[in-house]
């Protein structure tokens, strides 16, 4: 019987390597995360339990909800422009010339650069002075738009940023859904004498539902953590107009090292992303369904 | 392949969008290429010549430029080679073998799926400062081997691989591990590479966790560096400078990019199926 | 005791038997089929033996050393997989020479064992291929070459046959009998096809829910089933089974049928269990579609199936019991005729009410 155990716990030696690296790094540190938002604690240690403290101080602070506020209204302004434009750019470039492979080359191409280069782009793109909108502004004959330092303007920017840097994927993600739509539905459709409206409403956009909510929860989820575009472009400026949620976290934990007051402002932004993460499962389907034999 | 034409104005909505995504790539190619005093206060001079590699030259030169690109390197190399063998190993264990609490802690490890790395990024930090971690080469790529997703996407392609395999070859006398090692793990290349390609991306452009953790220098990352450059560019460097490291920055991935492409699509849909 | 022995094996999966305390000796040298419906649990215990599957009761004994706790790897067995199972990314050099190397057989050994296995499977000229450049044939040679290099005391084949068309099954059967006689190993194949078991096996072990039905030769099998389901699934098409009742007296059992005709079988009165309802098992051979004046009973025939040199006639006696006969490939008859019928008693069949089966005393 020796034999049988001694299979039985082989398995856990395949796992054991990934498992603890994941619980120490990850696990552990999401659970201290939870009891750390329970305490008073600064860089110089402390560590008073307050109790639900810092998050009766996180809801009554004015630039918490303003960050909240410009987070939800950034993933407002991109996520369905940035799904519309994917599906768009999907369905147009569904197709094998050589054309069509080279466009989606393209429109793919910045998703493969980090954020720090996308902002370096950026910012030379919509700064005033020496950006490429304002020598465009310039050559028109108009002021150029200070995009960056007027508070109506910076989140619009990070937006048109955003879709920019964020387009590629969701374009590849519409394209393998497109994939997946057999062909002699096609084909039915037309002997059913269906005209190419009819068949994109109704055989082309029902098949993709699962994979537009995906992109949407996914893109969601995302812009939820929207960070490297504030931080870098603008600070979170002009006066807080451009500060996201993840800013506002960075800023209470490395700046001012207030780390319970922080850890707070964590899980809310945890919860809500679970919470998003959730509703998309819920709503496709994945995973979970086939996780184990 | 649909074989329907497009419409005229859809073509032409197609190009314009295509030219607004090349358009500031195009400035930024352009900008590199000035002479740093003659952008100043004047970029539109970047719409004509003359045109210099001065400040190409400078990145090999004097910058820290060459040696951010070798962190970078090192960090997204070593990440994607401890990715690549745990990731491995958990998927042939959660694939193949029963084990005590093998639902459990495949549901565990499907949960770091929505974990977003802001909620944890506190207790992280002071975890590596306790194990002096940071500023360090293990600090940097620790916490991108924790990968809930390369462990779920190895787990799924080994799922279909037959097991008349594994049996096959236990009858013929080898252990587990030499079934996993010599059977298995060359029937997943393909998965291999594409999560290969897959995190070496994620982990050259990460910028979140570099930015707390390598706070020296000369521990930077590109990310970092390049962050660290432009928000001070205007005491430092010149434009034209600073455009140039973003250019040099970006070629790398550029080329992983345009070598790997299948790859990418393979892994980014097969993310999408997760 | 030389040759494979299982005692008292019982499997069950997650409060399910699929097996319940299997007995079975093969003889060293001896070819077995496992033959049953799916799920019968054949194919679990094949699984057993090679330790594919851990029993939860039981022992499984080869050449005197008990191997039920050991690995796969060091029973001494090889095994042909359904599907092949060859390693898609080895040559086939490489496929035959796996299990040598994880012996730690010498190289130079390797290359002679490989090559010879190679000679006689005659997949020699194929050695540096991969498996996806063979036709589905050459793929179940390299299969059983993989097998045969390792000189294992006992072959296991699990349905080694069904992924091949017709001709090439007939093929692969003809060589798979030749191999037998090449090589020093005891066989067991799986299959659900009993052409394939009756011509390559020496004894036949017949599996159905859970238990071994019966162990023998396939000749025997066939004339003396153990029960009524050995009865009906050996033989093509099925064995006809009719409810009758036994009459009184004699030393052989008469039986009298729905219908009212009474057929005098060549089955001992004696063995038989008290009370006087029995099944008549008929095979279609021993009911003839004959003219009324030899007849000793009349059917309506519901189908004729010519195949030929014979036809074969499905019909039902007056009561409406279904019965198969056998007639002349010139038969006349067609549906909805009335046919006389008659039934050799002397080779018929008798089955119990717990379905056990009663045959002619053997000669």
Not at chain 1, 5 to 13: A, E, F, P, S
Not at chain 2, 26 to 38: Q, R, Y
Not at chain 2, 61 to 82: D, F, Y
Not at chain 3, 249 to 275: E, Y
Request: aromatic share 10%; charged share 15%.
């Amino acid at each position: 019987m020796s034999a049988g155990v001694q299979r039985r716990w082989q398995g856990l030696l395949f796992v054991a390597p990934f498992l603890l690296l994941y619980c120490t790094i990850l696990i552990y540190p999401l659970l201290k995360g939870a009891w750390l938002s329970l305490y008073r604690v600064d860089l110089f240690g402390g560590g008073t339990f307050v109790g639900l403290g810092n998050y009766g101080r996180l809801f009554a602070d004015p630039v918490f909800w303003q960050s909240m506020a410009n987070t939800l209204l950034l993933a407002l302004m991109i996520v369905p422009l940035l799904t519309a434009i994917a599906l768009a750019l999907a369905l147009a470039l569904n197709r094998a010339t050589r054309g069509a492979a080279i466009l989606r080359g393209v429109f793919f191409s910045s998703a493969v650069l980090s954020v720090t280069i996308v902002t370096l782009i950026w910012r030379f793109v919509l700064a005033p002075d020496a950006g490429l909108l304002g020598e465009l502004w310039t050559a028109a004959g108009w002021a150029p738009l200070p995009f960056l330092s007027d508070q109506s303007l910076v989140l619009p920017a990070l937006a048109v940023t955003t879709i920019w840097w964020s387009v590629g994927f969701p374009m590849l993600l519409f394209l393998a859904g497109l994939q997946q739509i057999p062909h002699d539905m096609y084909e039915a459709a037309a002997l059913d004498g269906a005209g190419r409206w009819t068949t994109f409403t109704k055989v082309t956009l029902p098949a993709l539902k699962r994979t537009t909510i995906l992109v949407f929860m996914l893109q969601t989820a995302a812009q939820l953590q929207l960070f490297g575009q504030s931080q870098l472009l603008t600070a979170g400026g002009p006066s807080g107009a451009s500060r996201t949620a993840v800013l506002f976290l960075f800023e209470s934990a490395f700046g001012r090292w207030e780390l319970g007051y922080a850890s707070a402002a964590a899980e809310v932004l945890f919860v809500l992303i679970v919470a998003v993460t959730l509703t998309q499962y819920a709503l496709t389907g994945r995973p979970g369904a086939d996780n184990a034999r | 392949m649909r074989a329907d034409r497009l419409s005229p104005v859809a073509w032409a909505l197609v190009l314009l969008g295509a030219a607004i995504m090349l358009a500031p790539l195009v400035w930024t190619v352009l900008l590199s290429l000035k002479a740093n005093a003659e952008l100043v206060g004047n970029s539109g001079a970047a719409l004509h010549g003359p045109y210099t590699l001065q400040n190409y030259a400078a990145i090999f030169g004097t910058s820290q430029t060459m040696r951010w690109l070798l962190n970078s390197a090192i960090v997204s190399l070593g990440t994607t080679a401890g990715v690549l063998v745990l990731c491995s190993l958990a998927g042939y264990g959660f694939a193949r073998l029963d084990f005590p609490f093998r639902r459990t802690l495949f549901v565990l490890v499907l949960l770091g799926l929505a974990i977003p790395s802001q909620a944890v990024i506190l207790p992280q930090h002071q975890l590596f400062a306790t194990l002096h971690l940071h500023n360090s080469y293990p600090g940097l790529i620790l916490p991108g081997l924790t990968t809930s997703f390369g462990v779920f996407f190895m787990t799924q392609y080994m799922k279909a691989i037959p097991t008349e395999l594994d049996e096959a070859a236990m009858l013929d006398g080898a252990s587990r591990f030499r079934v996993f090692w010599k059977v298995i793990l060359p029937l997943t290349v393909p998965a291999q590479s594409a999560l290969a390609v897959f995190t070496f991306l994620g982990s050259w452009n990460d910028y979140w966790w570099p930015l707390i953790s390598a706070t020296r220098s000369d521990m930077y990352t590109l990310t970092v560096g390049l962050a660290a450059a432009q928000m001070n560019y205007a005491q430092t460097s010149g434009l034209g400078f600073l455009m140039a490291q973003a250019v040099f920055a970006s070629v790398p991935i550029f080329i992983v990019y345009l070598i790997f492409q299948r790859q990418i699509i393979q892994a980014m849909a097969g993310a999408a199926l997760k | 005791m030389p040759g494979l022995q299982l005692r008292g094996v019982a499997k069950s999966f997650r409060n399910t038997e699929v097996l319940s305390n299997v007995d079975l000796d093969v003889a060293p040298r001896e070819f077995i089929a496992f033959l049953g419906p799916s799920g019968s649990g054949k194919s679990t215990l094949l699984r057993i033996i090679a330790g594919l599957e851990t029993a939860d009761a039981g022992e499984v004994i080869l050449d005197d050393r008990r191997i039920d706790g050991l690995p796969p790897g060091q029973r001494g067995v090889a095994m042909v997989f359904q599907h092949y199972a060859l390693y898609p990314h080895m040559s086939v050099r490489q496929n035959m020479a796996f299990g040598l190397r994880n012996a730690r057989v010498p190289q130079d050994q390797i290359d002679r064992l490989v090559e010879d296995a190679a000679r006689v499977l005659e997949i020699d000229p194929l050695l540096e291929r991969k498996p996806a450049q063979l036709s589905g044939g050459q793929r179940q040679r390299v299969a059983i070459g993989r097998a045969i290099v390792k000189s294992p005391k006992l072959f296991l084949l699990d349905e080694p046959l069904s992924n091949l068309d017709a001709a090439l099954r007939l093929r692969t059967r003809v060589e798979l009998a030749q191999l037998r006689e090449r090589v020093e190993s005891a066989f067991i194949m799986v299959t659900h096809d009993q052409a394939e078991a009756m011509t390559l096996a020496d004894r036949i072990v017949v599996f159905n829910d859970r238990r071994i039905q019966q162990i023998a030769a396939p000749m025997e099998i066939y004339a003396r089933p153990a029960n009524r389901f050995v009865a009906q699934f050996v033989g093509s098409p099925a064995m006809s089974i009719l409810p009758a009742t036994l009459a009184d007296g004699g030393t052989l059992a008469s039986v009298k049928l729905g219908d009212g005709s009474r057929i005098d079988t060549s089955v001992g009165r004696d063995s038989l269990p008290a009370g006087a309802q029995v099944e008549l098992g008929l095979r279609p051979e021993h009911v003839r579609v004959v003219l009324s004046g030899e007849a000793n009973t009349e059917a309506t025939v519901d189908l004729v199936e010519r195949l030929g040199e014979r036809s074969l006639v499905y019909a039902r006696l007056r009561d409406g019991q279904q019965v198969t006969a056998e007639a002349e490939g010139t038969t006349t008859a067609k549906v909805g005729d009335t046919v006389g019928l008659r039934i050799d008693g002397a080779a018929a069949h008798l089955f119990g009410p717990d379905g056990t089966g009663y045959h002619r005393a053997a000669a």
